[in-house]
């Protein structure tokens, strides 16, 4: 168990200075995720382009995992289509809970989330924005189809 | 402090640190740091001894044979209600409920005493630094009755606002329930003054003795309260077991809680009639060898001499407070002027949580989180804490180890 596998830099960068952060305006949804064991809460807002995510924010209060794991989502997701997004947190999701995978290279940057499968208790820390995201993302499909 | 804590022989933690095999462990190639006796406390050998020589020698059912096993069970069960009558001075072996802990101690009060003669216009008051399991219950209660649940504030120190809980205590308040000692913020209850108040506007009284029994001795007769539960987990004893005592007058005029063998005199399809005290309580088997568990871990702590351990335990909280008030952005949360061993607190910068990650990584065990008190964080705006809790078995070298890891949790987030 390596500390140091845990906080890489990209970690500590990101929880620093998270992208994509605060409100986005004229967005189409959002969803507030919460996981009551350890306080983290976080709201996550998207705007689409028919199928597209066009751009997607978050904000809230977390420890270093869920607000870094929240600030790469934004930025690997903004561009993709939903069916994209939903098979990239089932890579995500691998990497999380499989220790000793190897990320694929298709995982840009959200590969430095990789330490936390050392980590079991800090799984849903990581979690939370993703299903944060696809709550944000049903809503959204919610008020096309309600139209 | 009593003059009896100034005179005790002061506590040797190194020699009873050896009492308990769980603590002589590596932890993340570190010599194991257990903070966090406040969740739960470890247990000496002579608890598991205690344990085992009862499964190994003597158990069967209790209060249901006439052979040699079930009668030497019913003994040690039984015995061990009467050593949890003396740890509480009880005047009757009839006042001790066993129950699995605290929770199942006050939900019985909630539905056995609150729920069939509380209703609309009756209030409960309880304090704003209480855990959940002394929140929901009344809540339920309230639910069920129409009774309304107030709540005392607590201020920025954490200690509960006096004048404002007298004021709340009224005609119509039928029952207070509070911390004897708060788990999130330490803070000792002046619990004397509480009974006094409430009993003055003919309320009674629950108090919650979680957090207090390993630190305290407890004399519910001098405390004068009407009812006092605790977990066995708590005290150096097994999970799965607690007290709740109760006045016999008031025990004797509730109705039984759950029903099942044990609690019962007689059984017809028309009727059935109910055991007498305290075994009205107490469906179906109980947790025996728990309980045996629980006399030893009594025996245990009395050996010590709980205001030895007191004692002990008030200086390693001393010295943990003067070491963390030095770390830069580290911010104490729960100030109040009587504590027991407990310190909460944040580091600017860095999340309670990643601190208990990193932490755990240097061997150092504490708790993060709400700690089951969510009004509490609310209260000081944040969303968990990191909270050190201190046992007999703690030393000056842990509050140390504590303040290292604590330096490796600001490299990392420097
Ligand atoms: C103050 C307080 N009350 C109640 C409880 C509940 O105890 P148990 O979970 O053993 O029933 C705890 C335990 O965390 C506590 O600290």
């Known amino acids: 168990m390596d500390l140091k596998d845990l906080y890489r830099d990209v970690i500590l960068d990101h929880n620093r200075q998270p992208r994509n952060f605060g409100p986005l305006e004229n967005a189409d949804a959002h969803a507030d995720g919460h996981n ?3 306080g983290d809460r976080l709201t996550v807002w998207v705007s689409l382009q028919g199928d597209r995510i066009a751009d997607v924010h978050f904000e809230g209060k977390g420890c270093a995992i869920s607000t870094a794991s929240a600030s790469l989502m934004t930025e690997a997701v903004k561009g993709k289509d939903t069916a994209t997004v939903r098979r990239l947190y089932e890579q995500v999701h691998t990497l999380l809970t499989h220790p000793n995978t190897t990320p694929d290279a ?4 959200l ?10 208790a800090r799984v849903k820390c990581a979690t939370l924005c993703w299903h944060t995201l696809s709550a944000a993302l049903d809503r959204s499909a919610d008020a096309v189809t309600t139209e | 402090m ?8 002061p506590l040797d933690a190194e020699r009873v640190r050896r009492d308990f095999p769980i603590l002589a462990q590596q932890v993340n190639g570190h010599p194991l740091i257990y903070l966090d006796s406040a969740a739960s406390g470890q247990r000496p050998n002579a608890v598991l001894r205690a344990v085992e020589r009862y499964e190994t020698h003597h158990h069967s059912n209790v209060h249901r044979g006439v052979h040699a096993l079930s009668q030497t069970a019913t003994e040690a069960f039984e015995g061990a209600r009467e050593r949890a009558r003396r740890f509480l001075n009880a005047r009757s072996r009839r006042e001790i409920v066993f129950v699995r802990g605290t929770t199942e ?5 909630a539905q056995a005493f609150a729920r069939p003669r509380f209703g609309p216009g009756d209030e409960i008051l309880i304090s704003g630094l209480e855990h959940h399991a002394n929140i929901v219950p009344w809540q339920m209660v309230c639910e069920q009755t129409g009774c309304a649940l107030k709540v005392a504030p607590i201020d920025r120190r954490g200690e509960v606002d006096l004048e404002r809980l007298f004021g709340q ?8 329930a509070v911390a004897h000692v708060s788990n999130a913020l330490g803070t000792i209850l002046p619990v004397e003054r509480i009974v006094q108040a409430a009993h003055s506007c003919g309320a009674l009284v629950l108090l919650d003795g979680a957090q207090a029994v390993p630190h305290t001795a407890i004399d519910v007769q001098a405390l004068g309260c009407d009812f006092y539960a605790f977990s066995g987990h708590k005290l150096y004893g097994p999970t799965g077991i607690g007290v709740l005592f109760g006045r016999e007058e008031l025990l004797e005029e509730m109705p039984p809680w759950q029903g099942g063998g044990d609690m019962i005199r007689t059984v017809s399809f028309e009727k059935s009639t109910y055991n007498e005290l305290p075994w009205k309580f107490e469906a179906g088997t109980p947790n025996i060898s728990g309980a045996v568990g629980l006399a030893a871990a009594m025996d245990y702590l009395e050996g010590l001499g709980i205001e030895a351990v007191a004692a002990h335990e008030q200086r390693l909280l001393a010295l943990a407070t003067a070491e963390l008030n030095r770390i830069p952005g580290l911010e104490i949360i729960g100030t109040a002027a009587h504590k027991a061993a407990v310190l909460s607190f944040t580091l600017r910068g860095c999340h309670p949580h990643d601190l208990g990650t990193i932490l755990d990584s240097e061997g150092v065990a504490i708790r993060t989180g709400h700690h089951c008190a969510m009004p509490v964080m609310t209260f000081f705006d944040i969303p968990a804490t990191a909270r050190a809790s201190f046992g007999c078995y703690n030393t ?3 509050v140390y180890a504590l303040v290292a890891a604590l330096g490796k949790a600001r490299e990392v987030f420097g």
């Open chain 1, 36 to 38: 009551p064991l350890c």
């Open chain 1, 106 to 109: 298709s995982l840009g940057k």
């Open chain 1, 111 to 120: 590969a430095a989330l990789g330490g936390v499968s050392e980590f079991p």
């Open chain 2, 2 to 9: 009593n003059t009896a804590a100034a005179v005790a022989a």
């Open chain 2, 105 to 109: 101690g006050i939900n019985l009060v």
């Open chain 2, 169 to 176: 205590l009224t005609a119509r308040t039928r029952l207070v």
């Open chain 2, 396 to 398: 000056e070298a842990d």
